[in-house]
């Protein structure tokens, strides 16, 4: 709550520092205690309002000394967003660390979004800096993807990217046919002052817009995904031996006698891990084994530079774009059944208990029994009848035991399981989309989940232990405002977030909460979700928040990403091999750079053939109703999921009525100010699909 008192020191103490500080820095200098720190975040926040602080860049500063950008600052250097002009409005802004900059349309020269630029400010006051771009320093791409069209014997592209708030001029029209997907190359940026549009020559022709394959291929154009391994790699490739020599087997610890099985989705054929479970005269022994990738792909090589170049594999709907070559990535270090193979595996020893008596990691050769898919485990786990040999279903039982004990000591150090079903498409025998569902994570995941996490903990405390750098999968802890900004929105849908003694067991308590509301968790773990950091890779050794553990790494998946395959060579040279890091630092701190950017990528391009897969599909459906719940809203529309299809679509609120309704950023709702009627999240409605364009339109009925 606002405290006086508090309000005064902050301004004694911001007077002091007039570059501002964070509300971190405020608690320390204040010496805050735990049980105040929520009052100085609202006594700050208030102040704010009050507009007696200013809040930029996280950091508080006294309104009126407030640092002002006078005429003299000649420029300032930051990233185009055309957000608004797609949106056909007047204005964009430059993105800059101190803050966004106002540019008029006619101001913007031949920016596109994206685009590092040179931003000359001419004016400034409390609310707004403005200024006009002067030069263009770096374009974000040259190269663009979209939709082929005529107009006045002239052919036009439409960019797929919806930032683009241009469409750009085909030099080359005799190539073009209207209806059709493009790839377009920039030759001349246009002219704002003299009404020249962009121009482009088109360079490929990529099928009829609208076909999935085409649309998928438009993706991966767009993203500059690689499609084929370059010369050198397949040289490399065939030089790798499938047969495993009596030799190399002696060096390693023979566990092909041990029960051991894989369990992955029905469709995969890159299997990089693989479980036995049994039981010792002291209790139980897990065998994490994970493919020896690095055995295969030696630092320096070809192969190695083209793993690090992609980064990780790509999954699409009926396409994978894969990391490494097939016959690595689906043969000799897949472990397939009934093959011998070699993997790192990490063995751990538990007493009757389940607890940690022993772990160690060594070079190992397996071979696996059976191949089961997540489908097979839970019906097993439901007690349906299934096809899997009864010495499995025994080791499954047994290790099902340690799962549900790793799943709860893992709740009770302030784990978050959130509930976020993934999209599945159903194709038909013509390669079209027939049915799109939610899929749902299920007991037979977390099973896997739950070994691979002792694993990768084992790992990555091992390597800290004993290398001088190594890369961490680290997920920072949320900022205290956004938790703040959370607490008044859930108030608003009676859910108390109460601040506990750390964040994990205050964002559990919320979700625990939201169990007694219908639809919650449809909207709020994202809405949770979104409050959080991003999870990435890093040479700094910090914690990752929402598997609540200090120590964490990527090593059970090496043939799909390049985090795990940095781990094994390290695990090689220095756990196996008793030898010196193979890595240095900075080359850690690049390769968890390079690791980060490229899974960035594949989230985005797999969200974007995501989502003109549910286009493709849903455009069947124009003119027919759905029920929904309302998932999101903003001061332009309400967004609602249907129940049905796990699709979401926009109702703008123009649409609403003759009320004048307005958004309420705080408590996330929609009113009308002369009526009652009041829109809230989680609200169930009926609605009708009146167009699907680039977004799906719906009615409220």
Same mark, same amino acid.
């Given at each position: 709550m606002y405290d006086h008192d508090l309000a005064f020191q902050i301004a004694k103490v911001l007077k002091k520092n007039e570059d501002g500080l964070t509300i971190n820095e405020l608690? *320390?200098?204040?010496? /805050?205690k735990k049980h105040k720190y929520k009052d100085l975040v609202s006594t700050a926040k208030q102040l704010h309002k009050e507009q007696k602080l200013f809040y930029s860049n996280k950091k508080y500063t006294i309104r009126n000394s407030r640092p002002k950008i006078s005429r003299s600052t000649k420029s300032i250097i930051g990233t185009f967003d055309a957000t608004s002009l797609v949106k056909n409005r007047s204005f964009a802004f430059v993105i800059t660390d101190s803050g966004d900059i106002f540019i008029s349309a006619e101001d913007t020269l031949n920016s596109f979004h994206g685009d590092k630029v040179v931003v000359?400010?001419? &004016?400034?006051?409390?609310?707004?800096?403005?200024? &006009?771009?002067?030069?263009?320093?770096? &374009?974000?791409?040259?190269?663009?993807?979209? %939709?082929?069209?005529k107009y006045h014997n002239k052919a036009f592209l439409k960019a797929d990217n919806s930032k683009i708030h241009k469409d750009f001029e085909i030099s080359n029209p005799e190539k073009c046919k209207e209806g059709y997907k493009g790839v377009l190359k920039i030759t001349n940026w246009g002219n704002v002052e003299l009404n020249q549009p962009p121009i482009g020559v088109i360079t490929e022709i990529l099928g009829k817009s609208g076909n999935p394959e085409v649309e998928i291929m438009a993706v991966i154009r767009y993203y500059d995904l690689p499609l084929e391994f370059p010369e050198k790699v397949l040289d490399d490739v065939k030089k790798v031996s499938s047969e495993i020599s009596e030799k190399e087997i002696s060096k390693r610890s023979d566990f092909r006698e041990v029960i051991t099985f894989t369990i992955d989705p029905i469709s995969a054929k890159d299997y990089d891990d693989a479980i036995s479970f049994e039981e010792t005269e002291f209790g139980w022994k897990l065998y994490v084994h994970i493919a020896d990738v690095a055995q295969y792909v030696k630092i320096d090589s070809a192969?190695?530079?083209?793993?690090?170049?992609?980064?990780n594999s790509y999954y699409f709907p009926k396409k994978v774009i894969p990391m490494?070559? $097939?016959?690595?990535?689906?043969?000799?270090?897949?472990? &397939?059944?009934?093959?011998?193979? #070699?993997?790192?595996?990490?063995v751990t020893t538990f007493n009757n208990n389940f607890k940690v008596i022993k772990q160690e990691i060594v070079e190992a050769v397996i071979r696996s029994d059976?191949?089961?898919?997540?489908?097979?485990v839970d019906?097993?786990?439901?007690?349906?009848?299934? %096809?899997?040999?009864?010495?499995?279903?025994?080791?499954?039982?047994?290790?099902?035991?340690?799962?549900?004990?790793?799943?709860?000591?893992?709740?009770?150090?302030?784990?978050?399981?959130?509930?976020?079903?993934?999209?599945?498409?159903?194709?038909?025998? +013509?390669?079209?989309?027939?049915?799109?569902?939610?899929?749902?994570?299920? $007991?037979s995941h977390q099973l896997v989940e739950n070994c691979m996490l002792v694993a990768n903990e084992y790992v990555a405390k091992l390597l800290l232990k004993k290398s001088d750098a190594t890369m961490f999968r680290i997920h920072e802890e949320p900022e205290p405002r956004d938790l703040e900004k959370l607490k008044d929105i859930l108030k608003n849908y009676d859910i108390n977030l109460q601040f506990k003694k750390n964040n994990n067991l205050t964002l559990q308590n919320v979700m625990k909460q939201l169990n007694f509301f219908e639809n919650y968790h449809r909207v709020f773990d994202f809405i949770?979700?979104?409050k959080m950091k991003r999870a990435k890779y890093s040479v700094i050794h910090k914690g990752h928040f929402g598997l609540a553990l200090t120590t964490y790494t990527h090593f059970t998946s090496p043939i799909r990403r390049l985090c795990d395959l940095i781990i094994h060579h390290q695990l090689k040279k220095i756990v196996i091999n008793k030898s010196k890091n193979p890595f240095s630092y900075s080359k850690i701190a690049d390769y968890a750079k390079q690791a980060t950017n490229k899974e960035l990528i594949a989230t985005q391009s797999e969200r974007e053939i995501d989502k003109k897969n549910v286009i493709s599909f849903i455009k069947n459906f124009v003119g027919e109703d759905f029920e929904g719940i309302i998932r999101s809203m903003n001061s332009s529309n309400l967004f609602v999921e249907l129940d049905r299809y796990p699709i979401i679509g926009n109702i703008p609120l123009t649409s609403l009525g *003759?009320?004048?309704?307005?958004?309420?950023?705080? #408590?996330?709702?929609?009113?009308?100010? *002369?009526?009652?009627? /009041?829109?809230?999240?989680?609200?169930?409605?009926?609605?009708?699909?009146? *167009?699907?364009? +680039?977004?799906?339109?719906?009615?409220?009925?």
């Open positions: 608690s *320390k200098i204040l010496k /805050i000359e400010i001419y &004016r400034s006051n409390e609310r707004m800096t403005y200024g &006009r771009i002067i030069r263009i320093l770096e &374009r974000s791409r040259e190269i663009f993807v979209g %939709d082929i069209y192969l190695f530079k083209e793993a690090y170049n992609r980064g490494l070559p $097939e016959k690595l990535s689906n043969k000799v270090c897949s472990l &397939r059944p009934d093959e011998d193979k #070699l993997t790192m595996s990490v059976i191949r089961l898919n997540y489908e097979q019906n097993l786990f439901e007690g349906n009848n299934t %096809d899997i040999p009864e010495n499995i279903v025994n080791v499954i039982s047994n290790l099902r035991k340690l799962s549900k004990h790793l799943q709860n000591k893992r709740i009770s150090k302030g784990y978050l399981n959130f509930i976020l079903p993934e999209t599945e498409f159903i194709f038909d025998d +013509d390669g079209k989309i027939s049915d799109i569902k939610r899929s749902m994570e299920t $007991e949770i979700l979104r *003759k009320g004048k309704y307005s958004f309420d950023n705080n #408590l996330m709702q929609v009113s009308d100010s *002369k009526s009652d009627s /009041i829109f809230k999240l989680a609200q169930n409605v009926k609605v009708k699909i009146v *167009k699907v364009s +680039d977004e799906v339109e719906l009615k409220l009925l």
